[in-house]
Protein backbone atom coordinates (compact mmCIF):
# COMPACT_ATOMS: atom_id res chain seq x y z
CA UNK A 1 0.00 0.00 0.00
CA UNK A 2 1.10 3.68 -0.83
CA UNK A 3 2.11 5.69 1.87
CA UNK A 4 0.50 9.17 0.26
CA UNK A 5 0.87 12.38 1.98
CA UNK A 6 -1.30 14.98 1.96
CA UNK A 7 -0.86 18.90 1.33
CA UNK A 8 -3.52 20.67 1.11
CA UNK A 9 -4.46 24.17 -0.87
CA UNK A 10 -4.60 27.08 1.54
CA UNK A 11 -7.81 28.45 -0.83
CA UNK A 12 -9.75 26.33 -2.45
CA UNK A 13 -11.13 27.54 -6.14
CA UNK A 14 -15.01 28.57 -6.77
CA UNK A 15 -16.95 25.38 -8.14
CA UNK A 16 -17.89 25.99 -11.81
CA UNK A 17 -21.75 26.24 -12.92
CA UNK A 18 -22.76 22.47 -13.39
CA UNK A 19 -24.16 23.81 -16.19
CA UNK A 20 -21.78 25.24 -18.84
CA UNK A 21 -19.13 22.62 -17.55
CA UNK A 22 -18.19 21.33 -20.90
CA UNK A 23 -15.55 18.57 -21.21
CA UNK A 24 -11.99 19.10 -19.78
CA UNK A 25 -11.98 22.76 -19.05
CA UNK A 26 -12.24 22.86 -15.44
CA UNK A 27 -9.60 20.94 -12.55
CA UNK A 28 -10.30 20.63 -8.63
CA UNK A 29 -7.88 22.04 -6.38
CA UNK A 30 -5.59 19.25 -5.46
CA UNK A 31 -3.99 16.10 -7.97
CA UNK A 32 -1.78 13.16 -7.17
CA UNK A 33 1.71 12.88 -7.94
CA UNK A 34 4.46 10.04 -7.50
CA UNK A 35 7.96 9.91 -9.06
CA UNK A 36 9.91 6.73 -10.27
CA UNK A 37 13.82 6.61 -10.20
CA UNK A 38 16.06 3.57 -11.19
CA UNK A 39 16.92 3.54 -7.39
CA UNK A 40 13.68 4.09 -5.62
CA UNK A 41 11.17 2.60 -7.72
CA UNK A 42 7.66 4.23 -7.71
CA UNK A 43 8.08 6.61 -4.48
CA UNK A 44 6.87 9.67 -2.51
CA UNK A 45 3.19 9.36 -2.99
CA UNK A 46 1.47 12.60 -2.37
CA UNK A 47 -1.71 15.00 -2.92
CA UNK A 48 -0.52 18.17 -3.81
CA UNK A 49 -2.27 21.78 -4.44
CA UNK A 50 -3.30 21.39 -8.38
CA UNK A 51 0.03 23.25 -9.80
CA UNK A 52 2.01 23.42 -12.45
CA UNK A 53 5.03 21.22 -13.23
CA UNK A 54 8.59 22.58 -13.47
CA UNK A 55 11.15 20.73 -16.15
CA UNK A 56 13.64 20.89 -17.64
CA UNK A 57 13.93 22.20 -21.26
CA UNK A 58 15.46 19.02 -22.00
CA UNK A 59 12.68 16.44 -20.57
CA UNK A 60 12.58 13.93 -22.73
CA UNK A 61 8.96 13.82 -23.09
CA UNK A 62 9.15 17.17 -24.79
CA UNK A 63 11.07 15.48 -27.69
CA UNK A 64 10.52 11.81 -28.11
CA UNK A 65 6.70 11.48 -26.14
CA UNK A 66 7.49 8.84 -23.67
CA UNK A 67 3.86 9.67 -21.96
CA UNK A 68 0.86 7.70 -21.67
CA UNK A 69 -2.17 8.37 -20.42
CA UNK A 70 -5.59 7.19 -18.91
CA UNK A 71 -9.45 8.36 -18.52
CA UNK A 72 -12.12 7.26 -16.36
CA UNK A 73 -14.86 8.90 -14.60
CA UNK A 74 -16.54 8.92 -10.61
CA UNK A 75 -19.69 9.27 -10.50
CA UNK A 76 -22.23 10.44 -7.99
CA UNK A 77 -24.94 8.10 -7.28
CA UNK A 78 -28.86 9.06 -6.18
CA UNK A 79 -28.12 7.91 -2.89
CA UNK A 80 -24.95 9.87 -2.26
CA UNK A 81 -22.44 6.47 -2.97
CA UNK A 82 -19.41 7.85 -5.14
CA UNK A 83 -19.11 5.05 -8.29
CA UNK A 84 -16.06 3.97 -10.16
CA UNK A 85 -16.69 2.62 -13.56
CA UNK A 86 -14.51 -0.93 -14.08
CA UNK A 87 -11.37 1.08 -12.75
CA UNK A 88 -9.44 -2.26 -13.27
CA UNK A 89 -9.92 -2.32 -16.79
CA UNK A 90 -7.97 1.16 -16.69
CA UNK A 91 -5.28 0.07 -14.51
CA UNK A 92 -4.45 -3.29 -16.78
CA UNK A 93 -4.84 -1.17 -19.57
CA UNK A 94 -2.34 1.01 -17.72
CA UNK A 95 0.20 -1.85 -17.48
CA UNK A 96 -0.29 -2.68 -21.23
CA UNK A 97 0.37 0.72 -22.25
CA UNK A 98 3.79 0.64 -20.20
CA UNK A 99 4.97 -2.03 -21.26
CA UNK A 100 4.92 -0.82 -25.07
CA UNK A 101 6.26 2.23 -24.34
CA UNK A 102 9.33 0.75 -22.02
CA UNK A 103 7.52 2.70 -18.63
CA UNK A 104 7.88 0.41 -15.19
CA UNK A 105 5.14 -1.20 -13.96
CA UNK A 106 2.77 0.06 -11.57
CA UNK A 107 1.45 -2.09 -8.69
CA UNK A 108 -2.27 -2.23 -9.49
CA UNK A 109 -3.55 -2.22 -6.12
CA UNK A 110 -1.42 1.29 -5.65
CA UNK A 111 -3.09 3.06 -8.86
CA UNK A 112 -6.52 2.05 -7.43
CA UNK A 113 -5.77 3.37 -3.93
CA UNK A 114 -4.63 6.23 -5.56
CA UNK A 115 -7.71 6.96 -8.02
CA UNK A 116 -9.84 6.11 -4.53
CA UNK A 117 -7.48 8.40 -2.06
CA UNK A 118 -7.71 11.44 -5.02
CA UNK A 119 -11.42 11.21 -5.97
CA UNK A 120 -12.21 10.62 -2.26
CA UNK A 121 -10.46 13.83 -1.26
CA UNK A 122 -11.97 16.22 -3.91
CA UNK A 123 -15.58 14.56 -3.79
CA UNK A 124 -16.90 17.95 -3.20
CA UNK A 125 -15.78 18.45 -6.86
CA UNK A 126 -18.34 15.70 -8.18
CA UNK A 127 -21.16 17.30 -10.02
CA UNK A 128 -25.08 16.13 -9.32
CA UNK A 129 -26.65 17.30 -12.49
CA UNK A 130 -27.92 14.59 -14.62
CA UNK A 131 -25.24 13.56 -16.86
CA UNK A 132 -22.24 14.89 -15.58
CA UNK A 133 -19.13 13.19 -13.53
CA UNK A 134 -15.38 13.85 -12.60
CA UNK A 135 -13.34 12.85 -15.33
CA UNK A 136 -9.92 11.27 -13.76
CA UNK A 137 -6.99 11.36 -15.85
CA UNK A 138 -4.23 9.61 -15.16
CA UNK A 139 -0.77 10.42 -16.87
CA UNK A 140 3.00 9.41 -16.92
CA UNK A 141 5.68 11.44 -18.64
CA UNK A 142 9.58 10.56 -18.83
CA UNK A 143 10.98 13.57 -16.94
CA UNK A 144 15.22 12.97 -17.61
CA UNK A 145 17.06 15.67 -18.92
CA UNK A 146 18.21 13.96 -21.68
CA UNK A 147 18.82 14.62 -25.52
CA UNK A 148 19.73 10.90 -26.17
CA UNK A 149 17.04 8.71 -27.62
CA UNK A 150 16.78 5.72 -24.73
CA UNK A 151 14.34 4.83 -22.55
CA UNK A 152 13.78 7.00 -19.80
CA UNK A 153 15.30 6.83 -15.86
CA UNK A 154 13.35 8.85 -14.70
CA UNK A 155 9.04 9.47 -14.81
CA UNK A 156 6.54 11.43 -13.02
CA UNK A 157 2.89 9.72 -12.52
CA UNK A 158 0.06 12.29 -11.66
CA UNK A 159 -3.57 12.06 -11.55
CA UNK A 160 -5.68 15.15 -12.32
CA UNK A 161 -9.32 15.51 -12.32
CA UNK A 162 -11.95 17.68 -14.12
CA UNK A 163 -15.38 17.70 -13.68
CA UNK A 164 -16.79 17.46 -17.31
CA UNK A 165 -20.80 18.19 -18.11
CA UNK A 166 -23.14 16.38 -20.32
CA UNK A 167 -21.72 14.75 -23.54
CA UNK A 168 -25.05 15.57 -24.94
CA UNK A 169 -26.51 18.38 -23.29
CA UNK A 170 -29.47 18.77 -26.09
CA UNK A 171 -29.89 14.87 -26.26
CA UNK A 172 -27.90 12.21 -28.38
CA UNK A 173 -27.80 13.86 -32.08
CA UNK A 174 -26.02 11.29 -34.49
CA UNK A 175 -22.62 12.63 -36.01
CA UNK A 176 -21.52 12.74 -39.47
CA UNK A 177 -18.06 11.03 -40.19
CA UNK A 178 -15.77 11.21 -42.96
CA UNK A 179 -13.73 8.16 -43.79
CA UNK A 180 -10.05 8.83 -43.97
CA UNK A 181 -8.31 7.19 -46.59
CA UNK A 182 -4.70 9.30 -46.56
CA UNK A 183 -3.94 9.10 -42.99
CA UNK A 184 -3.57 6.30 -41.48
CA UNK A 185 -4.44 5.95 -37.08
CA UNK A 186 -2.08 2.52 -35.88
CA UNK A 187 -0.90 -0.37 -38.12
CA UNK A 188 0.09 -3.68 -37.10
CA UNK A 189 2.74 -3.68 -34.93
CA UNK A 190 3.17 0.05 -33.68
CA UNK A 191 1.00 1.97 -30.81
CA UNK A 192 -2.82 1.20 -31.87
CA UNK A 193 -3.24 -0.70 -28.85
CA UNK A 194 -1.84 1.30 -26.24
CA UNK A 195 -3.40 4.69 -25.20
CA UNK A 196 -0.56 7.32 -25.83
CA UNK A 197 -0.43 11.16 -26.79
CA UNK A 198 1.49 10.11 -29.90
CA UNK A 199 -1.27 8.53 -31.55
CA UNK A 200 -3.29 11.35 -31.00
CA UNK A 201 -0.89 14.41 -32.26
CA UNK A 202 -0.72 12.12 -35.48
CA UNK A 203 -4.36 11.40 -36.18
CA UNK A 204 -4.70 15.63 -35.48
CA UNK A 205 -4.25 16.47 -39.31
CA UNK A 206 -7.27 13.64 -40.19
CA UNK A 207 -9.42 15.30 -37.38
CA UNK A 208 -8.50 18.72 -38.85
CA UNK A 209 -9.34 17.84 -42.69
CA UNK A 210 -12.51 16.30 -41.54
CA UNK A 211 -13.59 19.44 -39.46
CA UNK A 212 -12.69 21.72 -42.50
CA UNK A 213 -15.08 19.45 -44.93
CA UNK A 214 -17.93 19.83 -42.38
CA UNK A 215 -17.47 16.59 -40.33
CA UNK A 216 -17.10 15.82 -36.84
CA UNK A 217 -14.81 12.62 -36.63
CA UNK A 218 -12.87 10.46 -38.78
CA UNK A 219 -13.56 6.90 -39.40
CA UNK A 220 -10.01 5.36 -39.89
CA UNK A 221 -9.15 2.27 -41.90
CA UNK A 222 -6.13 -0.43 -41.39
CA UNK A 223 -2.86 0.69 -41.86
CA UNK A 224 -1.75 -1.72 -44.12
CA UNK A 225 -4.92 -2.65 -46.66
CA UNK A 226 -6.38 0.89 -46.23
CA UNK A 227 -9.55 -1.24 -46.39
CA UNK A 228 -10.38 -2.64 -42.84
CA UNK A 229 -12.75 -0.47 -40.21
CA UNK A 230 -10.02 0.42 -37.44
CA UNK A 231 -11.52 3.49 -35.00
CA UNK A 232 -13.49 6.43 -34.86
CA UNK A 233 -12.31 9.24 -33.82
CA UNK A 234 -11.00 8.63 -30.52
CA UNK A 235 -13.73 5.86 -30.09
CA UNK A 236 -14.01 2.22 -30.90
CA UNK A 237 -16.85 1.31 -33.58
CA UNK A 238 -20.00 -0.17 -33.52
CA UNK A 239 -21.85 -1.58 -37.31
CA UNK A 240 -25.14 -3.27 -37.14
CA UNK A 241 -25.31 -5.14 -40.50
CA UNK A 242 -28.60 -7.36 -40.95
CA UNK A 243 -29.28 -7.44 -37.10
CA UNK A 244 -25.40 -8.56 -36.65
CA UNK A 245 -23.42 -6.25 -34.02
CA UNK A 246 -19.75 -6.29 -35.66
CA UNK A 247 -16.83 -4.71 -34.36
CA UNK A 248 -13.20 -4.78 -35.07
CA UNK A 249 -11.33 -7.71 -33.47
CA UNK A 250 -8.00 -6.79 -31.27
CA UNK A 251 -5.92 -9.36 -31.96
CA UNK A 252 -3.90 -7.37 -34.29
CA UNK A 253 -3.01 -4.21 -32.05
CA UNK A 254 -4.06 -1.95 -34.12
CA UNK A 255 -7.62 -1.68 -32.13
CA UNK A 256 -7.76 0.46 -28.44
CA UNK A 257 -9.17 -2.05 -26.21
CA UNK A 258 -11.91 0.25 -24.78
CA UNK A 259 -13.74 -0.50 -21.46
CA UNK A 260 -17.14 0.93 -23.27
CA UNK A 261 -15.97 -1.41 -25.93
CA UNK A 262 -15.93 -4.65 -23.70
CA UNK A 263 -18.80 -3.15 -21.45
CA UNK A 264 -21.22 -3.43 -24.56
CA UNK A 265 -20.00 -6.54 -26.16
CA UNK A 266 -20.98 -8.17 -22.59
CA UNK A 267 -24.58 -6.45 -22.63
CA UNK A 268 -25.16 -7.28 -25.89
CA UNK A 269 -24.61 -10.68 -25.13
CA UNK A 270 -26.53 -10.79 -21.89
CA UNK A 271 -29.25 -9.67 -24.41
CA UNK A 272 -29.12 -12.08 -26.75
CA UNK A 273 -27.89 -9.92 -29.37
CA UNK A 274 -25.74 -11.27 -32.29
CA UNK A 275 -22.02 -9.94 -31.80
CA UNK A 276 -18.54 -10.53 -33.96
CA UNK A 277 -15.64 -9.20 -33.31
CA UNK A 278 -13.81 -9.37 -36.82
CA UNK A 279 -12.52 -8.01 -39.55
CA UNK A 280 -14.46 -5.46 -41.21
CA UNK A 281 -14.34 -3.95 -44.57
CA UNK A 282 -15.55 -0.42 -46.02
CA UNK A 283 -16.71 -2.88 -48.79
CA UNK A 284 -18.94 -4.93 -46.86
CA UNK A 285 -20.26 -1.46 -45.36
CA UNK A 286 -21.02 0.32 -48.67
CA UNK A 287 -22.28 -2.81 -49.81
CA UNK A 288 -24.66 -3.89 -46.58
CA UNK A 289 -26.11 -0.14 -46.92
CA UNK A 290 -26.78 -1.01 -50.91
CA UNK A 291 -28.46 -3.76 -49.94
CA UNK A 292 -30.87 -1.90 -47.00
CA UNK A 293 -28.79 -3.97 -44.40
CA UNK A 294 -27.01 -1.23 -42.56
CA UNK A 295 -28.94 -0.40 -39.62
CA UNK A 296 -26.80 1.66 -37.63
CA UNK A 297 -23.86 2.46 -36.06
CA UNK A 298 -22.05 4.18 -33.49
CA UNK A 299 -18.49 4.50 -31.35
CA UNK A 300 -18.51 4.11 -27.92
CA UNK A 301 -15.96 5.78 -25.52
CA UNK A 302 -15.66 6.99 -22.17
CA UNK A 303 -16.24 10.82 -22.60
CA UNK A 304 -19.83 10.21 -24.63
CA UNK A 305 -20.22 6.74 -24.09
CA UNK A 306 -22.12 6.06 -27.43
CA UNK A 307 -21.98 8.35 -30.38
CA UNK A 308 -23.86 7.40 -33.36
CA UNK A 309 -23.31 7.77 -36.82
CA UNK A 310 -25.80 9.86 -39.00
CA UNK A 311 -23.42 10.09 -42.07
CA UNK A 312 -20.69 8.52 -43.49
CA UNK A 313 -18.75 10.22 -46.09
CA UNK A 314 -16.48 7.10 -48.23
CA UNK A 315 -14.93 9.23 -50.81
CA UNK A 316 -17.51 11.64 -51.82
CA UNK A 317 -20.19 9.38 -51.38
CA UNK A 318 -22.75 10.15 -48.58
CA UNK A 319 -24.39 7.31 -46.64
CA UNK A 320 -27.22 7.99 -43.98
CA UNK A 321 -27.49 6.15 -41.41
CA UNK A 322 -31.07 5.07 -39.82
CA UNK A 323 -32.33 8.13 -41.52
CA UNK A 324 -29.58 10.26 -39.36
CA UNK A 325 -30.78 9.09 -36.21
CA UNK A 326 -30.00 7.23 -33.35
CA UNK A 327 -30.87 3.46 -33.44
CA UNK A 328 -33.08 1.18 -31.29
CA UNK A 329 -29.70 -0.57 -30.59
CA UNK A 330 -27.22 2.92 -29.61
CA UNK A 331 -29.90 3.55 -27.38
CA UNK A 332 -30.37 0.70 -25.52
CA UNK A 333 -26.69 0.44 -24.53
CA UNK A 334 -26.36 3.89 -24.10
CA UNK A 335 -29.56 3.77 -21.53
CA UNK A 336 -28.35 0.76 -19.67
CA UNK A 337 -24.42 1.72 -20.18
CA UNK A 338 -25.23 5.39 -18.33
CA UNK A 339 -28.28 3.79 -16.02
CA UNK A 340 -25.04 1.76 -14.38
CA UNK A 341 -22.45 4.15 -14.32
CA UNK A 342 -24.47 6.99 -12.59
CA UNK A 343 -26.09 3.62 -10.33
CA UNK A 344 -29.61 4.19 -11.00
CA UNK A 345 -30.02 0.13 -12.48
CA UNK A 346 -29.36 -2.79 -11.10
CA UNK A 347 -25.26 -3.88 -11.61
CA UNK A 348 -26.15 -7.01 -13.02
CA UNK A 349 -22.15 -7.50 -14.23
CA UNK A 350 -20.28 -6.12 -10.61
CA UNK A 351 -18.69 -3.15 -12.72
CA UNK A 352 -19.35 -0.31 -10.36
CA UNK A 353 -16.65 0.22 -7.64
CA UNK A 354 -17.41 2.18 -4.35
CA UNK A 355 -15.00 4.80 -3.54
CA UNK A 356 -15.78 4.55 0.24
C1 LIG B 1 -9.56 5.80 -24.83
C2 LIG B 1 -9.79 5.39 -26.23
C3 LIG B 1 -10.93 4.65 -26.63
C4 LIG B 1 -12.08 4.35 -25.70
O1 LIG B 1 -11.74 3.60 -24.58
P1 LIG B 1 -12.69 3.61 -23.30
O2 LIG B 1 -11.96 2.75 -22.32
O3 LIG B 1 -13.99 3.01 -23.73
O4 LIG B 1 -12.82 5.02 -22.88
C5 LIG B 1 -11.02 4.24 -27.95
N1 LIG B 1 -10.07 4.55 -28.84
C6 LIG B 1 -8.98 5.26 -28.51
C7 LIG B 1 -7.96 5.57 -29.55
C8 LIG B 1 -8.80 5.71 -27.20
O5 LIG B 1 -7.72 6.42 -26.88
Not at 222 to 236: F, L, Q, S, T
Not at 246 to 251: E, F, G, K, Q
Request: contains cysteine; glycine residues 10%.
Amino acid sequence: MLDIKIQPVEVKKEKPDQNKLGFGNYFTDHMFMMNYTESKGWHDARIVPYQNISLDPAAMVFHYAQEMFEGLKAYKAPDGRVLLFRPDMNIKRMNNTNRRLCIPQLDPDEVLQAIKAIVSYEKDWIPTLEGTSLYIRPFIIATDAHLGVHVAKNYLFCIILSPVGSYYPEGINPVKIYVETEYVRAVKGGTGFAKVGGNYASSLIGQQKAEQLGYAQVLWLDGIHRKYIDEVGAMNVFFVIDGEVITPALDEGNILPGVTRDSCISMLKSWGVKVTERKLSIDEVIEANANGKLNEAFGTGTAAVISPIGELNNNGEKIILNGGKIGPISQKLYDTLTGTQWGKLEDKFGWTVTVK
